[in-house]
């Protein structure tokens, strides 16, 4: 699926399933709520924190899939066509770090 017709499917969604989209602000905190799920997973599954009993059925590939659901409602909500947005967005960062990372000594291997 690319992007653009992930967002064509999410709207068909919403204006089927989902009856409609819930506002920009709403939907904004939900979408700061699913990022808060993927930092919890990550925290525990890869930093230092302890996993709780409730946390044994975390499914990270679903709670980024929520947050990529979210953020593209908000997306067709605000008239964001999000494949152009990445194109330019890759197109800037290629020019302004070019040689940025390349010159950080934190990133280079020992």
């Known amino acids: 699926m690319t992007i653009n017709e ?5 709207d068909q969604w919403i204006k089927t399933t989902g009856v409609r989209y819930f506002n920009e602000l709403t939907n904004t905190a939900i979408l700061m709520e699913e990022v808060g799920e993927v930092a919890r997973i990550m925290s525990r599954k890869y930093g230092e924190q302890s996993f709780k009993k409730s946390d044994e059925e975390v499914n990270l590939a679903d709670e980024m ?10 997306a067709n909500q605000t008239g964001i066509d999000l494949n152009d947005a990445l194109i ?15 010159n950080n000594d934190k990133l280079k291997n020992d």
């Open 6 to 10: 992930a967002q064509v499917a999410v």
């Open 65 to 74: 899939a929520d947050v990529m659901f979210v953020l593209i409602c908000l």
């Open 88 to 102: 330019k967005n890759l197109e800037k960062k290629s020019i302004r770090d070019a040689d940025r990372h390349k």
